[in-house]
């Protein structure tokens, strides 16, 4: 679905994208020097290994559960929760089951 197709209508997050076997699926929903937002959908046992990123990142579960380590400790985050995945901190993510989350980052850095 194209960006234009988003704007000024109400949309259920979780049909905007689509799961795939063994794969993990992304589309950019805003895309701005200041920050982006990013439906992904994981197929069960898909994740993203450990990482840092340069910014805070807020990860809202759409659908499913994920297992988020963040620094070493593993958390367990379902549909409708969401988790802050701080700045230069490594974390990662595993599908315990399929999910789809959004991925909200700003790129600002505190001053």
Request: glycine fraction near 6%; charge should be positive; proline fraction near 3%.
């Amino acid at each position: 679905m194209s960006k234009n197709k988003l704007l000024a209508k109400a949309l259920v997050l979780a049909d905007l994208l689509k799961y795939q076997a063994d794969a993990i699926v992304s589309q950019e929903i805003v895309k701005k020097d200041t920050g982006t937002v990013t439906l992904f959908a994981f197929d069960k046992g898909q994740g993203l290994s450990e990482h840092t990123a340069p910014f805070d990142a807020l990860v809202y579960i759409a659908d499913g559960r994920a297992e988020v380590k963040i620094y070493g400790k593993s958390s367990l985050v379902k549909k409708g929760e969401m988790i802050i995945m701080p700045a230069n901190k490594p974390h990662a993510l595993k599908a315990v089951q399929k999910f789809k989350m959004l991925l909200i980052m700003i790129r600002s850095r505190e001053r």
